[in-house]
């Protein structure tokens, strides 16, 4: 009769990372904009005098309006929506449409340093480019979308 011995380690279990779907990250990275879209036009507000250039109907040399209100919600609508397509679009066209709003998204927020003065040069370059780099994100996440490799048709067969 042998006998076997149990050794004790102090080796750390290590965690479970189980692979990320694609669409997950996507959704993830497009909610991470929304918010950070959300809390920087929210703390444009603290620039001082930009609550009364507001009041008296401009918000960046446009007057307010209700075309431009709608121009506003469909630019914040198209990113909120993409939380839902990255989850639900078949893979092929989920990673074109992520690949064109991303692209087209890039210069829709470099746009939010329209008008800014230098005092706030940091501010923006910070937010622009933390926006940018979600964007980037996405743009690689949906670029490398991975493949499955294609199944032949027709009947198998052995030798």
């Known amino acids: 009769m042998s006998r076997t011995s149990t050794i004790q ?11 990320i779907p694609v669409q997950a990250k996507l959704a993830a990275a497009w909610t991470s904009l929304m918010f950070l879209v959300i809390y920087v036009d929210y703390f444009h507000l603290y620039q001082p005098g930009e609550i009364d250039v507001i009041r008296g109907g401009v918000i960046f040399d446009f007057d307010i309006s209700g075309t431009l209100m709608s121009i ?13 397509l990255s989850m639900t679009l078949p893979a092929r066209v989920n990673r074109a449409t992520n690949l064109v709003v991303a ?3 890039i210069p829709v927020m470099v746009f939010n340093a329209a008008g800014a003065s230098l005092d706030w040069a940091f501010y923006y ?3 622009i480019g933390v926006e940018v780099l979600i964007l980037a994100f996405i743009l690689r996440s949906a670029g490398t979308w991975p493949r499955t490799p294609a199944v032949p048709v027709g009947p198998a067969t052995t030798n």
């Open 9 to 19: 380690t102090n080796t750390p279990h290590l965690l479970d990372n189980p692979p």
């Open 103 to 105: 692209s087209l998204y």
């Open 72 to 84: 506003f919600f469909a630019i914040i609508a198209i990113p909120a929506l993409m939380v839902m």
């Open 125 to 127: 370059g910070l937010t």
